[in-house]
């Protein structure tokens, strides 16, 4: 079993960063693939990005590429989601997830086992 907690969010304002991590208890993460994902009021939860077991391959949305960056620390059993020239519309639930499977780019998207209870970012105008 694995627990994962997120931690890192808050309010900030449009243009501003914010970094998120995920840190786990139980079971190390190198054996997973992190995914983060998000949820808006009103909207239904939305991939964000994912990180290879190893932290040698992401990928992310669309809407997130060139501003959001997904990295792991073994050592300290945490993944991290750097958010940079946040815009209102990246206001939501933040959630980390762990899978076992392999996957590649957008096949990352689902399936997965573990879930953290979510942080909540607010990004003013």
């Known amino acids: 079993q694995v627990q994962l907690v997120e931690s890192g969010g808050g309010l900030v304002q449009a243009g501003d960063s914010l970094r998120l991590s995920c840190a786990a208890s139980g079971r190390t993460l190198s054996n997973f693939f992190m995914g983060w994902f998000r949820q808006a009021p009103g909207k239904e939860r939305e991939f964000v990005g994912v990180?290879?077991?190893?932290?040698?391959?992401?990928y992310y949305e669309d809407s997130v590429k060139g501003r959001f960056t997904i990295s792991r620390d073994s050592a300290k059993n945490t993944v991290y989601l750097q958010m940079n020239s946040l815009r209102p519309e990246d206001t939501a639930v933040y959630y980390c997830?762990?899978?076992?499977?392999?996957?590649?780019?957008?096949?990352?998207?689902?399936?997965?086992?573990?879930w953290g209870p979510g942080t909540q970012v607010t990004v003013s105008s």
């Open positions: 997830a762990g899978r076992w499977r392999t996957c590649s780019g957008y096949g990352c998207a689902s399936d997965y086992d573990y």
């Open positions: 990180i290879s077991r190893g932290g040698a391959s992401t």
